[in-house]
């Protein structure tokens, strides 16, 4: 089966910290997604990878940068944590190929700034 | 990117079978159809995938016409574990958007 592990299940940060969010997944999958999730939101695409060292902005990259140095590692990074980005967030794994929609999630990453 | 719309809410009762569609006017060539399931505080799980016609598994079945502008997922005799948010998506997996999902609450 396919693992994608998120580091910490539960986080408590202060404002202005920075927050490292570690996702590595076991499949060789050449793309890598983190979401976030809030209530009425739904899941909405902060950055994903398709390969090593590359990135795409997705529809909310502000106050988030992330990371791929290898392949099964993908970090989404908060430069200085504010309050408003108190939320669950995912990470997924999906291959390269004509089935790309077949996304592997985690458990989830529940982080509250305070 | 394809658009999805699907219904934010639907009731059922333990047994009954539930149809879900969703509407995906701009669906392109290259783009699959695939649905997830999540339950609270828990990532979507993969239910299943389909191009064109019919596809079916152990869990569900899912119909998608031969324009394949919209699709159904249908969920046979549903348990009161099968409520959760059901999402449709559609796309080739570079840039994968979900929608808002469907909410089904299985009723006993």
């Known amino acids: 089966d396919v693992k994608v592990t998120q580091s910490s299940r539960y986080l408590v940060k202060r404002t202005g910290e920075k927050v490292f969010l570690e996702c590595v997944q076991d499949?060789?999958?050449?793309?890598m997604f983190w979401y976030r999730q809030d209530p009425g939101l739904g899941l909405r695409l902060i950055y994903f990878?398709?390969?090593?060292?590359?990135?795409e902005k997705g529809d909310i990259p502000e106050g988030y940068s992330v990371s791929r140095e290898k392949k099964e590692r993908f970090s989404l990074i908060l430069e200085s944590a504010s309050t408003n980005q108190t939320s669950m967030y995912l990470c997924?794994?999906?291959?390269?190929?004509?089935?790309?929609?077949?996304?592997?999630f985690g458990e989830g990453s529940w982080l509250t700034v305070v | 990117l394809a658009k999805t719309t699907q219904p934010i809410s639907m009731d059922s009762y333990e047994g009954q079978e539930v149809n879900i569609t969703c509407s995906h006017n701009n669906i392109a060539t290259n783009d699959y159809i695939t649905w997830y399931q999540q339950f609270p505080s828990q990532g979507p799980r993969f239910i299943i995938q389909g191009y064109k016609t019919k596809v079916t598994n152990e869990v569900a079945s899912l119909f998608i016409p031969a324009d394949r502008k919209s699709s159904t997922l249908s969920l046979p005799r549903v348990s009161l574990s099968d409520t959760a948010v059901y999402y449709c998506?559609?796309?080739?997996?570079?840039?994968?958007?979900f929608g808002a999902g469907t909410r089904l609450f299985v009723k006993a």
């Open positions: 998506l559609v796309g080739d997996g570079f840039k994968t958007i």
């Open positions: 499949m060789d999958h050449e793309n």
């Open positions: 997924a794994s999906s291959p390269r190929d004509r089935s790309g929609n077949t996304i592997y």
């Open positions: 990878s398709y390969d090593v060292k590359m990135k």
